[in-house]
């Protein structure tokens, strides 16, 4: 073995530079949160070729004092920390002392610095840790740091920098999450000489969140604002139906620091469940505002790890948060129609007979509640004027349906409340008395009865107390009734519902409706396995299911621990006998689970069950069904505000109201 040395500083300089300071993006990590530290509200950086030859960043913050400045750069100097005591209180970004050192230790450095009370102000240079220069200047009040050459004297990292273009975005990437986390903050951000981010710093975080992602994203967000106890959840979160192929529009920020954390996004896809589809994922905008004794976020250097002291409560927080949002959320698709322009000037209408000529010949005959010709000419000549006829005559195109046989009135609203009152059954269907038996007819017997009677709770457990402290969603106001007006291409009920149209997707609606009566029916009994099944866990899995043996058997699977190592499983759930499913599995998704802090194990275990016995019991497209089947979809649907997405998450009803019709139409502007 060599000799043990005491390093030099410059090389322990270097080494400790090394953990904090990775890449351009770091050191203006470092800078910017140096100036939301000292109260600054309006915060410009500037960079060049990605940072590494330039970066600057000024302030208007508290300033340093002229004694100060090279005190600043020293490791292990901090004005935010006093005590061992202060570590447990940590509201400012930096605490660690070590950002100005590191820095300074891998770039030549300048500063230009003054407190407001002081007549001038310092400038100071520092390249490599060595001070070359410490005057006072005349500068503004804040603070401007400019970095120049990073890693000029340590090639080694130079080497490990990406592409200008990609170290920049890195740089952009960073301004983002902290502008998203501070909306009290202006940013401004220049990219070789050209702005490419401004916020408006005006404190609210709907306008960082437009200025950051733009209209498009801001307009499809959900507000979410949730307690439990002194911790807060404020923020947006996407609506379910705009999801995302990925997890990178996942903000999560705890006391206002950008945070990463399995907790918390197991925790929001948590809230989806049943709301989006799997393999795609919702984004959020998520602030966690909690006394900073309860979260430690001194575990890196780059402070985005972060420990709870309590995990299952951040987790109930952002699941019950989140899900309560969705429900509060109007999440009945609106139907945008683009108004056309015109493309020529407008024709001289033709003679009314030729029109009606016209009308006939391109009408699809298909579909089409037939009426001949001379039918349609002899309406003409009993001097309905041409509007109305046509009207008319598209009427019938669009709500012609498997209904069939009914006439169409004169009127509209006529035309659809004969539908409604004397519906005619399609004769010739096996569907038409199989209703009747089946889950449609039991007017009697509704289904929100049915779930009160049911004691059997789908949650269990710890999700099932925190669950009912879900404050009431909304102040239950009367739903107005929707009536159904007729379908379209076998697969769509076209309803009327006050001054909204709405189409609800029958397959989907249904096979919802089937999956949440499935889950209030649902027992989880277990079947003992002839021969039990052993499976290897990791350190992490097998402490995640050790103490929550209990839950696994709640859900049906009984297992036996051993040696730190092995998981045997003596029985599985009943529900899976006959189906392709290993009990290893359920066992090893139990374990990741209980490991992310979610426990909403039966939800695990069995959606995806319930989800394909619902799909194979519901209505298909293109079944033709009996009216009343329809009717009771729609009305489930329109009541149930659970009934917003089909099990896989696509929606369930679109809806265009009146307003916008007669807009299309030019009725209205
Ligand atoms: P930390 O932020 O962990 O305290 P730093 O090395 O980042 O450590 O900064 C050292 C000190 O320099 C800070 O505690 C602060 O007092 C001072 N400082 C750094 N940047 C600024 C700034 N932009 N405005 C005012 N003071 C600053
Ligand atoms: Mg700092």
């Known amino acids: 073995m060599a000799r043990i040395n005491l390093l030099d500083r410059s090389v322990y300089e270097l080494i400790a530079a090394g953990e904090v300071i990775e890449r351009p993006s770091s050191v203006i990590k470092e800078l910017v949160e140096n100036s939301i530290d000292a109260g600054a509200k309006h915060i410009t950086i500037e960079i060049k070729d990605g940072g590494s030859s330039f970066m600057r960043v000024t ?49 030549k450095v300048e500063v230009l ?7 001038y102000g310092t400038s100071f240079k520092i390249n490599g840790g060595d001070i070359l220069e410490h005057e006072r200047t005349g500068c503004p009040d804040g603070t401007t740091l400019i970095i120049r050459d990073l890693f000029y004297n340590v090639p080694a ?30 940013f401004r951000l220049i990219r070789d000489n050209k702005q490419v981010r401004s916020t408006g710093g005006d404190g609210d975080y709907y306008s960082a969140i437009y200025a950051v992602f733009g209209k498009q994203f801001a307009g499809s967000l959900i507000p979410v604002e949730y307690s439990m106890g002194d911790i807060t959840l404020t923020g947006y979160i996407s609506s379910p139906l705009f999801t995302r192929p ?17 907790i918390c996004l197991t925790a929001l896809e948590e809230g989806y469940r049943g709301s989006i589809m799997t393999g795609k994922f919702p984004a959020c905008v998520l602030n966690i505002t909690m006394p900073p004794e309860l979260c430690d976020v001194n575990v890196s250097p780059s402070k985005t790890e972060i420990r709870f002291a309590d995990e299952k409560q951040i987790f109930d927080l952002l699941n019950f948060g989140t899900r309560n949002a969705i429900l509060n959320a109007d999440n009945k698709r609106e139907i945008k129609l683009e108004k056309q322009q015109p493309v020529s000037a407008p024709v001289a209408p033709q003679p009314l007979e030729k029109r009606v000529e016209a009308a006939i010949r391109t009408a699809p005959q298909e579909g089409f509640v037939k009426m001949s010709s001379e039918e349609y000419k002899e ?8 509007d109305r006829m046509f009207r008319i005559r598209e009427k019938e195109v669009r709500f012609h349906s498997p209904l ?65 402290q879900l404050p009431a969603v909304t102040e239950q ?75 696994l058997s709640d859900a049906g699977v009984d297992i036996i621990l051993h040696d730190g190592v092995r998981c045997e499983i003596t029985a599985a759930p009943s529900a899976f006998a006959g189906e392709k499913v290993n009990p ?59 009934i917003r997405f089909c099990p896989h998450g696509r929606p369930v009803m679109v809806k265009l109201t009146k307003q916008e019709i007669e807009k299309y139409f030019s009725r209205i502007v």
């Open 59 to 107: 302030d208007d913050g508290c300033g340093i004092a002229f004694d100060e400045v090279p005190t600043a750069f020293l490791r292990h100097a901090t004005s935010k920390v006093q005590s061992a005591d202060d570590l447990e209180s940590i509201m400012t970004l930096g605490f660690r002392g070590e950002a100005l050192a590191s820095v300074a230790a891998v770039a």
């Open 404 to 468: 069939s046989g009914i006439q169409p009135r004169k009127t509209e609203t006529s035309f659809v409340q004969q539908h409604i009152a004397e519906p005619e059954p399609v004769k010739t269907q096996e569907n038409t008395s199989a209703w009747q038996k089946s889950d449609f007819a039991p007017k009697t017997a509704p289904i929100a009865e049915e779930k009160e009677e049911n004691t059997y709770k789908f949650i269990t457990g710890a999700s099932l107390e925190a669950k009912e």
């Open 477 to 551: 106001e009367p739903v107005q009734p929707i009536k159904v007006i007729g379908e379209l291409f076998a697969t769509y009920i076209l309803c009327q519902c006050g001054d909204e149209f709405i189409m609800i997707d029958k397959h989907a609606a249904h096979e919802r409706i089937k999956f949440e009566k499935k889950k209030t029916e649902l027992t989880t009994s277990s079947q003992l396995l002839t021969e039990s099944i052993c499976v290897d866990l990791s350190p992490e899995q097998y402490d995640a299911l050790s103490g929550n043996e209990d839950k």
């Open 246 to 262: 990925n997890r990178s529009m996942q903000y999560f920020f705890v006391n206002g620091r950008y945070v990463r954390s399995v």
């Open 584 to 642: 290893s599995d359920i066992v090893v998704r139990a374990a990741d689970m209980l490991a992310s802090g979610n426990d909403n194990i039966i939800g695990e275990i069995y959606d995806d069950l319930l989800h394909s016995r619902a799909c194979k019991s519901a209505v298909k497209a293109n079944d033709i069904n009996h009216p009343d089947e329809l009717r009771v979809i729609a009305e489930e649907v329109w009541q149930n505000e659970k």
């Open 113 to 119: 610095t003054k407190e407001a009370d002081e007549q």
């Open 157 to 186: 990292r130079q080497k490990f920098l990406k592409r200008d273009v990609t170290e920049g975005n890195q740089v952009q990437g960073l301004i983002d999450k902290l502008a998203l986390a501070h909306p009290d903050v202006s």
């Open 379 to 386: 309406k003409v000549a009993k001097n309905l004027d041409d």
